[in-house]
């Protein structure tokens, strides 16, 4: 069980959690939270922002019951972490960039401290929030607000990138990692799915995922793909 630190509002239902406690990871990888009793049945799949010697941190989007109920939360109130689940993004060298979509950021923060020198792109349709605390890893901070932040990447620059976002934005990501490898420039592209999850674990098939290989799951062999894996279907 942690103890909540805070639970700022940043931007129009958008929410960063702090939460004290002994709390690990990987890149990408997701915690199961919940701050209720019997309902909603289900805890809520959040990815690890960042970690600290004193606790972990999340951002969250306020879409449904469970993420109101984190929206009430205040500093001292208790909350229920399982985790870290998942496969998340590799350890890589080379040139790297982060590119997020909104709340696609999330992943993100925890990846540009552990790629110090990465390049990071960052979109919003709207306000944008969380944005300088990139600044002190990234070796270049790009941000949009209100068009399209992969109209910024020139895919054929980097070694592998990752991507964080909206299903839209990430079928156009691989999309351009095909033309870059179609012109001779090669690049790993590595895709955070945000699809809807239940038991976190592979049990349920509720996050199912269409890959070239067949059917797969985003919370037990994701939530990170390669984008030449994935099988986008609109």
């Known amino acids: 069980m942690g103890t909540v630190i805070s639970n700022e509002r940043l931007a129009d239902n958008v929410y960063h959690l702090r939460v004290s406690g002994d709390y690990g ?11 209720w009793g019997a309902y909603p049945v289900l805890s809520r799949p959040l990815s690890i922002h960042q970690v600290e010697d004193n606790g972990i941190e999340f951002l969250y989007h306020v879409v449904g019951e469970g993420t109101e109920l984190f929206a009430q939360l205040t500093p001292g109130d208790d909350i229920n972490l399982e985790g870290p689940f998942g496969s998340g ?11 997020g979509g909104g709340i696609g950021i999330a992943p993100l923060l925890y990846c540009a401290r552990e790629i110090p020198g990465c390049d990071v792109y960052l979109g919003f349709s709207r306000e944008p929030f969380r944005t300088e605390e ?4 990234a070796a270049k ?12 990447v020139d895919f054929a620059e980097y070694d592998h990138i990752f991507v964080c976002g909206p299903h839209p934005m990430l079928k156009a990501a691989q999309l351009k990692g095909i033309a870059a490898a179609t012109s001779g420039s090669p690049v790993n592209v590595y895709l955070s799915l945000e699809n809807r999850m239940a038991c976190g674990i592979g049990a349920c098939l509720v996050c ?23 099988v986008f279907h609109d």
């Open 208 to 230: 199912s995922v269409s890959c070239k290989d067949g059917q797969r799951k985003a919370c037990a062999d994701g939530p990170v793909f390669l984008a030449e894996e994935v």
């Open 89 to 99: 993004f590799p350890a890589v060298t080379g040139r790297v960039a982060l590119v």
């Open 25 to 35: 990871g990987e890149m990408g990888q997701f915690y199961m939270l919940r701050a």
């Open 141 to 152: 901070l790009t941000v949009d607000v209100g068009g399209l932040i992969l109209d910024n």
């Open 134 to 137: 990139f600044r002190p890893y």
